[in-house]
């Protein structure tokens, strides 16, 4: 295949998507079920709703402040576990079976324990969140910073850089980021999982409360308007993840 | 006393011994690598060093560097002792050790800023730098961009940017092609001759070593110890004649020749490399 340009592959992507919209307005008309299939018409007019209501700018920010908290604690407790993993067997070989497994179990399994544990509230909603994307973190943390760079950390040391928090993040973080970055991206999309999880199964809240509550209402056209923005923010998040990883990469 | 400042070596190497663990266990067999090394190296003298592999160069150059320490024995730069690495020791490395993710620019920047140079001042002396290894149509380029002679002339150029009067270079032409090679050489005899550096240059390359150097250090192995020091007696500047046609260098180079290939042949006979 020849290799396209930017524009167009925007082009394609314009096109598919007016392809499959077109079909979908066809569809619907035909089948006229509002219940089983909105056409793209209905959901569009419930998605102005939302947003006119401010329903969904309230949904939105309590959900992206979830997210961001959940992965924020991600982050350092997958930091400090991995950096740990990574530079000691003895910690290697007692937590890595506790992660495999934590990475093989879905997330959804784990709620009853946490709302028994943790309640329902804004804690266990982020223990959720948590749990979904801590490990994809810690394992790229344990595998960017096992391949010592050694001759780097030596021109560093030879320049004046001390103490091995100082190498840490200098050289070996650095020289991991491209790696702890895709690890990043991984868990950014656990966590939109994990978050609407945490919104549907815990006490509702957030787009993940939205979705159930006009889901229990049977009002399917509102349901549709709720999911494109988490389909939306997820994609969002982890396209902005990847443009950092293109900016750090260096090859 | 003026005469006793200008007699002090710029380094001096009092009874280095370094010994290495073959692994990791706690009663694991240890190799002697290093055994009594007493050396001076006088201000802006060129000193080659040479020698079969597995004589401890590689060693003795991290120990004067600071980067590892010896078991016993001390390393004396300007007649004090030193136990940390210092911003008038810098190294140019065999493999480069360029950081990849930084620019030439930010690489050749990189020791200034530790040194808490101001941006701007920072800045100036690693164009000025760059400029002198005839890069500067690279400054933003990383160095997966570069050939090995370009990586290594930002690698000279970051070791001459700290402002160093002692460079420690561990082999630093040894991965760049034959051609490249010769003008880095001619390269390095030009700055040597501007500004009087103290240079101790770790070298596989019979040539090498008597081409660049004042003084060659020929070691021999298990364990490592000077072998002998050749004064090298060709006229400078070098890079205006060709030295290789030179007398001296003949001789010189013969000698270095019959003395190494005696310790490669015992070696071999004693069955290990």
Known sequence: MKTRSNREIRRDQIVGVLIFLTI?????????????LPSVSQIMAAFWDLLISGE?????????????????????IGFILGALVARSRTAYWMLNPYFSALFATPTIALVPLVLVWFGFGFPGRVIVVVLAAVVPIMFSVASGLRDDPKDLVDVARSFGVKGELALLFRVRVRAALPVLLAGLRLAAGRGVVGMAVA????????????????????????????????????????????????????? | MKDAMLDTPAIELRGIRKTFKLSEERNAKTVLALDGIDLSFRKGEFTTIIGPSGCGKTTLLRIIA???????????????????????????????????????????????????????????????QIKQVGLEKFSDAHPHQLSGGMQQRVGLARALATGADILLMDEP?????????????????????????????????????????????????????????????????????????????????????????????????????
């Open chain 1, 56 to 76: 969904l700018i309230l949904a939105l920010s309590e959900s992206i402040w979830l997210l961001v908290v959940g992965l924020f604690i991600s982050t350092v």
């Open chain 2, 66 to 128: 600071s980067l590892e320490t010896a078991d016993e024995g001390d390393v004396l730069v300007d007649g004090d002792i030193v136990t940390e690495p210092g911003i008038r020791r810098a190294m140019v490395f065999q493999n480069f050790g360029l950081f990849p993710w930084k620019t030439v620019i930010d690489n050749v920047m990189f020791p200034l800023k530790l040194r808490n140079f101001p941006e701007e001042e920072a800045r100036s002396k690693a164009i000025k």
């Open chain 1, 24 to 36: 979908w307005e066809i569809t619907a008309r035909f089948l006229d079920n509002k219940l089983v």
């Open chain 1, 199 to 251: 919104e549907t199964y815990l006490r509702l809240g957030g787009i993940g409360g939205l979705i159930k509550s006009y889901g229990s209402l049977f009002q399917t056209d509102y349901v549709f308007a709720s999911i494109l923005p988490l389909s939306l923010l997820g994609i969002t998040i982890v396209s902005l993840i990847g443009r950092l990883e293109r900016r750090f990469h260096w090859s």
């Open chain 2, 173 to 273: 032409f040894g991965a760049i092609d034959a051609q490249t090679r010769e003008l880095m050489q001619e390269e390095m005899m030009r700055i040597c001759e501007e500004e009087k550096k103290t240079v101790i240059f770790i070298t596989h390359d019979l040539d090498e070593a008597v081409m660049l150097a004042d003084r060659v250090l020929l070691m021999s192995r298990g364990p490592g110890k000077v072998r002998e020091l050749i004064d090298v007696d060709l006229p400078r500047p070098r890079f205006e004649y060709d030295v290789r046609a030179h007398k001296a260098f003949a001789e010189v180079r013969g000698h270095l020749w019959h003395e190494l290939r005696n310790d490669l042949i015992e070696q071999s006979a004693e069955g290990k490399s």
